[in-house]
């Protein structure tokens, strides 16, 4: 069926702040649902509240809605826009339920607002447990024996019909929140409690555990022909009993049979196509017993999913863009492939090679929090890495973690002890791949590992085959020595060079060196949807060992930008924001724009959106690699983050050029004993501080800058590990417990200026002019990290003169150190003194909410700055202020119950929310300052 | 990954290209038309398919091995690839169902192949330049003597070797008080396609290629069928021969890939050698009768010719298209309870979106 010609104008629904199981993957949809559906020359409307996204930008929509979700603000759009269509099925369940309950209210039968993408009889059959498992067994598919329980006692009688162990999965929840498996009847009471409590329908399921089965994922598309395919098969490394999202994810399916997985294939397309009738996206999510192969149906989605961005980038094939094609009327068959441009779209992408994705935790963030992993989604982020065999790939993503891992072990971090190993084996944690790495290496049976885990014997004897590639490479006593075969094997295991060197007990340099003369380099190989079968137009690569390199560089002059690699708290979706500015701003200045990333559920990773893309670790190997083959005339580090701005001192120590701020400028910023010594020379008052590298030197600084004093250990994100302190003993204890898990780190003593304001700004500056972006004052006091706080554009009580202080102190901050590009202060402003907490050379979280608040691309703006294209005079800058924006925090504590939901110096914010009000009178504000100091209590 | 005593292997193509890697199997020499299978699950079911007799199999899914093999899950009582070039070679499996490792399974059926090669590179060069033919080696490397002998390794083209590989004598398969009897000539059968006839209610016998019409109608059949099989049908006069009589006797008659091009033959209808071939799990076929699409198992370097098929638009309805280069994938002759599909719709390895085909088949012979 070709394109509905009555659907002229869509709304879609985007799925709000960052939560856990709801993340910036919904943005990648949205955007390129948007794009999709203006290509084909329909008006697109978008609401979302969160400032940080791409599709909430005027490059994505051609009118965007920074409303908060609720249906009140439908009402408003539909009010002001002709729509004739709304798309619900790209912002995730937020989404959803809010389509639900503006068509309980009648919303869209009053505006004459077709649903499309969706079937709501469809999603409220998937989302009601007791309906669903009846639907499945009707259509002769099996499921795993249960019970509803809508009370205390009904779940009594369930557990005793099933019998331990067992899961309660609370019906109608996000991310299995209040879900988890009862191994005893001892521990049956309390999670039956919650969970009934957390069901907003207090309604569980009560369900056998099939722990250590295998588990698989499908991602299928169907158009209204009812035709069907299987876009990818994901196979979790962990088996069921660990979170989809918190599982090492391998695709294609390594240890399944064409007999298996054409079972599954045939019951997927047979439950989706019992499902309602609409055309778009589905993930259905498989168990199977390894022993008898018998297959289970453990849960569908049926809309564009968490794990559809994953196969998207996987497979190359943008499943959210041609979903939305098939919304708006069309049939697979008459699309065509997105990436070959020739052939249909009507086909199965096929891989060759591996993908491993990671989850990224943040336990770290949340003290007290229980680390083990079930079915209740704990991760913050994650990588994708590919490779061409399942080792590299695997390794790859270690190495794109950020998580100071130079590949899976052989990096320093390993655990000696079997006891503790073992446990951490039985209680699945964010450590477990690197554990079972360790349990081998330490000579602790398959079987046992195997027992332990439930981990396919197969991935086990791959690691096991990484082990005894080391024990062979320990007999080698320097580089020179392995022959080019082995050191080819080596790589081809993705291994890094730090790995190897670590291992041999020599620098890395030696390796890379010596690796190099050997003509031992990466090649690129092209994600191209089949295997080579057919020519492909995208540039999308990854890096291998193979022989032959297919990324060939033209003639163009070309620009990188460097990603922010997974998302975790302090660094998120608005540095994806940055880099798909920075992109545009790069092509539209006449240079090649390339992008290396290793975050999936990034839009800057989007096939079509820089002029070339490595898929790659944002780790110095891999981009030392890409920078010699390109050689660009620079690399923007200033767009990704703090991970993209650490690998700046290596850029410049090699000789590669920065584009904007140089490194020495970037370094006196964040060196805090240059920099401090810089505010002195101009005058510019600071709070007292000290360095210390152990505890006495930590209570000398203390007692000289006086209590309460702001602990912290250098180089570290989003305020980790950073505490308030008001006593010897306190500070000894901090100390102390910095040092034990950050060994060789400095520890940095701020005097803490109680019950100050705070404040900062972002500014642009091209060397000879400063533009202050916008300047926004904290409504909670000083000692809440900013991430948290709410910060409101522009100030609203601040003083004339502390205002202009800022300002001033901005401008002569941003020339002292050189600014070309991007730059963010914070303030603390204390009796109308105005002080400088910490200067950030780069993009910063707020800087996407100050564009979209002002409506100015001040992202474009800068990036062309920096490259010395423009200068600031070159561009009207016209911000729009009406009122106040809020930029709200938003946190995702229901994932962890027990956690001190205290606010403090250290970030514990999942993502934001952006509010728009007229004046302070405004209720929303007066709530927010009225709680301003019960952060505490939150 | 490798083990240490594997030994180097190399593989050399017609046009003089090398590629060195490492022995999988056997150690040996193994020579054939080379052509690549981008399929990502089945390799068993790949290397056991008759169609692939002689040819050597180049598997882009980079993992091989990983759970082992079973007896129940061959397509022939053999391996019939004439060897093996992939990325990944895994000895190690699991699979708690499985008999043995791939390793073990390629010692006892004798296949020679070379792993750890670019198998990215190799589909590329096929790609640009076609199908040709190969030589794998694990006995010796030395070019000259490989060169020497691939040179007598005949072309694809006008090679018929579908009576090499189908049965010597005929038998039996199914239930033989089942409610319909099908004729099945052998050209390199699959075992699943006899699965797919039995479970329908099919009696079947099984003949070889060379069978005379007359011993065929002597098992009284309700339809006839035309097996899939490798080589060229161009010079597989006496199989055309064959259709020319069933077409006359008006019973129905179902043909798979080289049933479907002899089929094409028997109405004068010419084949042409395809430039590197159809082989995978994931090709995209639109049925003109339902318009519905189908995703298919393919698997051939000869194809129906589209041009000569309009000509002929008065014999012959074009069923079936592929959606990636519209080439004929399917048709039903005209006045007749005769069609013929390119692809394999009992799938084994891939999807069963076109087991419909049996049905319909079936439900010919039914009425």
Redesign the interface.
């Known amino acids: 069926m070709p394109k509905d010609p009555s659907i002229q104008s869509v709304l879609i629904i985007g799925s709000g702040p960052i939560i856990i199981g709801q993340a910036c993957e919904f943005d990648y949809s949205g955007s390129q649902a948007s794009r999709s559906l203006r290509e084909e020359g329909i008006r697109v409307t978008l609401i979302n509240d969160n400032p940080a996204t791409i599709m909430t930008d005027p490059v994505t929509a051609d009118k965007v809605y920074l409303l908060p979700l609720t249906v009140e603000s439908i009402v408003q759009v539909l009010e002001e826009q002709e729509i004739d269509a709304v798309l619900p099925t790209m912002g995730g369940q937020t989404a959803l339920n809010l389509a639900i309950e503006a068509g309980k209210q009648g919303v869209w039968e009053k505006y004459n607002i077709r649903l499309i993408g969706v079937d709501l009889n469809a999603i409220e059959l998937t989302e009601n447990r007791e309906a669903f498992r009846q639907h499945m067994i009707d259509i002769g598919l099996s499921v795993a024996p249960s019970r509803i329980a809508n009370s205390f006692l009904e779940g009594k009688e369930a557990a005793q019909e099933i019998g331990f162990p067992l899961v309660i999965r609370p019906s109608y929840t996000l991310g299995g929140t209040g879900g988890g498996f009862v191994h005893r009847e001892e521990q049956f009471d309390a999670a039956l409690r919650r969970g009934l409590s957390m069901s907003p329908t207090h309604e569980v399921l009560v369900e056998k555990a099939v722990l250590g089965w295998k588990e698989f994922e499908l991602e299928l598309l169907r158009d209204s022909?009812?035709?069907v395919?299987?876009i990818c098969?994901v196979e979790n490394l962990d088996p069921m009993g660990i979170h989809t999202g918190d599982s090492i994810t391998v695709a294609?399916?390594?240890?399944?049979?064409?007999?298996a997985?054409?079972q599954m294939?045939?019951e997927a397309i047979l439950a989706m196509r019992s499902l309602g009738n609409f055309a778009g996206g589905c993930n259905i999510q498989f168990a199977i017993d390894?022993?008898t192969?018998k297959l289970i149906v453990i849960e569908i989605n049926p809309r564009v999913s968490r794990s559809s961005a994953l196969a998207s980038k996987a497979t190359g094939y943008p499943i959210a863009k041609i979903a939305a094609k098939l919304a708006i009327g069309y049939s697979?068959?008459e699309l065509k492939n997105q990436i070959t441009k020739?052939?249909?779209a009507?086909?199965?992408?096929?891989?060759?090679?591996?993908i491993v994705k990671m989850p990224r935790w943040d336990f770290e963030k949340f003290q007290g929090s229980d680390h083990q992993l079930g079915l209740q989604m704990k991760s913050v982020g994650e990588v994708m890495a590919i490779g061409?065999?399942?080792?590299e790939a695997l390794q790859k993503a270690c190495q794109s973690l950020e998580n100071n891992r130079m590949g899976l072990g052989a990096d320093m971090k390993e655990w000696i002890r079997t006891a503790d190993i073992l446990e951490r084996l039985e209680k699945p944690s964010e450590d477990r791949i690197f554990r079972v790495k360790d349990a081998l290496r330490l000579g602790v049976p398959e079987k046992t590992i195997h027992k332990l885990t439930r981990i396919?014997?197969?991935f086990i004897?791959?690691i096991k085959?990484l082990v005894k590639?080391e024990q062979r490479l320990m007999r080698y006593n320097v580089p020179e020595d392995i022959e080019e075969g082995f050191f080819r094997?080596l790589k081809?295991?993705g291994y890094s060079d730090a790995q190897i060197a670590w291992l041999m007990r020599v620098e890395e340099q030696e390796v890379a060196r010596q690796r190099k003369k050997m003509g031992i380099r990466r090649t690129y190989?092209m994600v191209d949807t089949?295997?080579?079968?057919?020519?492909a137009q995208t540039p999308y690569f990854y890096s291998t060992f193979?022989?032959?390199n297919?990324s060939i560089p033209t003639d163009k002059k070309k620009i990188i930008v460097l990603g922010s690699g997974p998302n975790r708290i302090g660094q998120g979706i608005e540095f994806d924001y940055c880099c798909v500015h920075g992109l545009i701003a790069i092509k539209e200045a006449g240079y090649e724009s390339i992008m290396i990333n290793c975050n999936p559920e990034t839009v800057s990773t989007d096939f079509d959106m820089a002029d070339k893309l490595y898929f790659e670790p944002v780790f110095w190997e891999h981009l030392e690699e890409v920078l010699e083959l390109e050689k660009p005339e620079g690399v923007i580090v200033q767009l990704g983050g703090q991970t993209a701005l650490k690998l700046a001192q290596r850029l410049h120590e090699q000789g590669y050029k920065i584009i904007g701020t140089d490194f020495p400028s970037m370094d006196l910023a964040e060196d805090r004993g240059a920099f401090s010594n810089l505010l002195k020379e101009m005058d510019i008052p600071y709070p007292d501080y000290g360095v210390a590298r152990d505890a006495d030197e930590a209570l000398a600084v203390a007692r000289r800058t006086g209590y309460p004093v702001l602990v912290r250990p250098s180089y570290v994100l989003g305020g980790q590990r950073m505490r308030i302190v008001i006593n010897d003993a306190e500070l000894e204890r901090h100390v102390l417990s910095i040092f034990k898990h950050l060994p060789g780190n400095r520890v940095l003593i701020d005097h803490f200026l109680e019950r100050a304001k705070e404040a900062e700004i972002d500014a642009i500056c091209d060397g000879d002019e400063v533009h202050i972006m916008g300047i926004m004052e904290h409504i909670e006091p000083a000692g809440i990290h900013s991430g948290d706080s709410s910060a409101v554009l522009p100030t609203y009580s601040l003083s004339v003169e502390a205002v202009n202080t800022m300002v001033e102190y901005t401008e002569k901050l941003a020339k002292a150190l050189n600014i070309k590009g991007l730059i963010n202060i914070q303030f603390a402003i204390k009796d109308n003194k105005v002080y400088v907490i910490e200067a950030n050379p780069r993009a910063s979280r707020t800087t996407p909410f100050i564009a979209k608040a002002y409506q100015v691309p001040y992202l474009n703006i800068a990036t062309k700055v920096m490259m010395g294209t423009h200068k600031l005079k070159d561009f009207d800058i016209k911000p729009r202020p009406g009122g106040f924006a809020i930029k709200v925090p938003v946190f995702s504590f229901e994932k962890f119950p027990n956690v001190d939901k205290n606010l403090g110096p250290e970030m514990k914010s999942t993502g934001e929310a952006i509010r728009y009000i007229r004046d302070l009178s405004d209720p929303f504000f007066r709530e927010l300052d009225r709680q301003r100091y019960m952060y505490l209590t939150r | 990954?490798?083990e240490p005593q594997q030994a180097p292997a190399v593989l050399l193509l017609e046009d003089g290209t090398v590629?060195h890697g490492k022995s999988a199997g056997m150690i040996g020499a193994a020579t054939g038309e080379i052509c690549?299978n981008?399929?990502?699950?089945?390799y068993q079911?790949i290397f056991t398919d008759p169609s692939y007799y002689g040819q050597l199999m180049v598997t882009?899914?980079?993992?091989i091995g990983?759970?082992g093999t079973?007896r129940t899950?061959a397509e022939s009582y053999s391996i019939k690839i004439a060897g093996l070039i992939c990325?990944?070679f895994?000895i190690?499996?699991?699979?708690?169902?499985a008999d043995m490792s791939i390793q073990a399974y390629f010692e006892e059926e004798k296949l020679v192949g070379i792993c750890e090669?670019?198998?990215?590179?190799i589909?590329?060069h096929i790609?640009s330049k076609g199908a040709m033919n190969g030589i794998i080696s694990s006995e010796t490397t030395d070019l000259a003597v490989l060169k020497k002998r691939l040179s007598q390794v005949p072309g694809m083209e006008g090679l018929e070797l579908a009576s090499r590989v189908s049965t010597k004598e005929p038998y039996t398969f199914g239930d033989p008080h089942a409610p319909l009897r099908v004729a099945v000539l052998d050209f390199g059968i699959k075992q699943n396609i006899l699965n797919c006839f039995a479970e329908r209610g099919c009696f079947m016998k099984v003949f070889p290629a060379r069978t005379p019409i007359e011993e065929l109608r002597a098992f009284e059949p309700n339809g006839y069928f035309l097996s899939n099989g490798p080589g060229d049908p161009a010079p597989m006069d006496y199989a055309i021969q064959t259709a020319k009589a069933i077409l006359a006797e008006d019973k129905p008659l179902f043909g798979i890939c080289l049933g479907h091009q002899l089929l094409a033959q028997a109405l004068d209808i010419p084949t042409y050698k395809m430039h590197h071939g159809h082989r995978?799990?994931?090709?995209?076929v639109?049925n003109l009768l339902t318009?519905?699409?189908e995703?298919t198992t393919q698997n051939h370097g000869f194809g129906v010719h589209p041009d000569a098929i309009k000509d002929n638009a008065d014999k012959v309805e074009v069923t079936h298209i592929n959606?990636?280069?519209n080439s004929i994938e399917g048709m039903r002759v005209k006045g007749k309870r005769a069609f013929s599909v390119q692809y394999h719709p009992e799938?084994?390895?891939?999807?069963?979106d076109a087991r419909y085909l049996f049905d319909d088949f079936v439900r010919l012979m039914q009425n």
Not at chain 1, 252 to 258: E, G
Not at chain 1, 346 to 352: A, G, K, S, V
């Open positions: 022909k009812d035709n395919v299987i098969t294609p399916a390594m240890t399944l049979s064409d007999t997985y054409q294939r045939d390894p022993e192969e697979l068959d020739t052939t249909s009507y086909f199965e992408p096929t891989l060759d090679y591996v061409r065999t399942f080792m396919d014997p197969w004897r791959q085959t590639m094997e081809e295991a190989k089949c295997a080579a079968e057919f020519e193979d022989k032959e297919e | 990954m490798s590629f690549f981008t399929g990502m699950t089945g079911e882009t899914n980079v993992h990983n759970y079973k899950e990325k990944n895994n190690e499996y699991h699979r708690p169902m090669v670019d198998t990215r590179a589909v590329r790609r995978g799990i994931n090709h995209p639109k318009g519905h699409c995703i959606l990636n280069d799938a084994s390895p891939g999807p069963h």
